[in-house]
Structures are given as C-alpha cells and as structure tokens.
C-alpha cells in the first residue's frame, strides 16, 4: 500500500503521521527507507546529483515512474548517466520540488517508487 505523505518543511518529512528527518525513499511497496545519498556524494561531492549508483539502488523491477523530490527549493538533479539509467528501464522520472513532488506522490497510482530529499 502506498502510505500517505501528510506534510514536508525543512529538514523533515512526515509519512503516515511519523516524522522523518533525514532523505527517505518510498519503494512500490509502500516502505520507507533511509536514502542512501552517500552512494552519490562520494562521485560529485554533493547528494544534489543523483549518480548512476544511487539510481540503481532506487530503482525497483517493474517501477513504471519514479517521483524525486528535489528538495524544498529544487536543487536535486539526476546525472546524465541516471537519466539515461531510468530511461533504458522505461521508468519515467518525475522531478519536482518536495512539497511539489508530495502532491504528485499522494494522487499517483500504478507501480511508481519515490525519492524525497528534505533540505535545500
């Protein structure tokens, strides 16, 4: 079941009424984990830029969409080498800023995985 973001503000998100304060993903079957950013910082030196590692991390088999929060004010974005990653998987990446991106994931349906970044 995919669980119900109820808000964002800077440096937290809240899912289900439970408080995340840390970069969380949101797999197809509706569990939230921690992201793992470091899988991107250690290429670009920022967890602004999604590598391709950490985009094959996030990525789940059969994943039609992905919606990426790209932070409170938008700076998150996907490398060409993760762009081009979801692309080959025919899974559509969707990048909005957070609260933005919220909106998008409480009224998708279909086989879609999400990434929130809760900073910047």
Request: aromatic share 10%.
């Amino acid at each position: 079941m995919k669980p119900k973001i109820n808000s964002t503000s800077f440096g937290s998100i809240t899912v289900k009424s439970k408080i995340f304060e840390y970069d969380i993903l949101i797999r197809m079957s509706g569990q939230v984990e921690k992201r793992r950013k470091k899988l991107s910082k250690k290429i670009y030196g920022t967890s602004h830029k999604i590598s391709l590692a950490e985009a094959k991390y996030i990525y789940e088999k059969g994943a039609e969409k992905i919606i990426i929060g790209t932070g409170q004010t938008g700076y998150v974005e996907l490398s060409k080498k993760a762009r081009k990653f979801f692309e080959e998987k025919d899974c559509k990446a969707k990048l909005l800023p957070t609260p933005k991106a919220i909106k998008l994931w409480n009224r998708s349906k279909g086989k879609v995985i999400a990434m929130f970044h809760i900073t910047c």
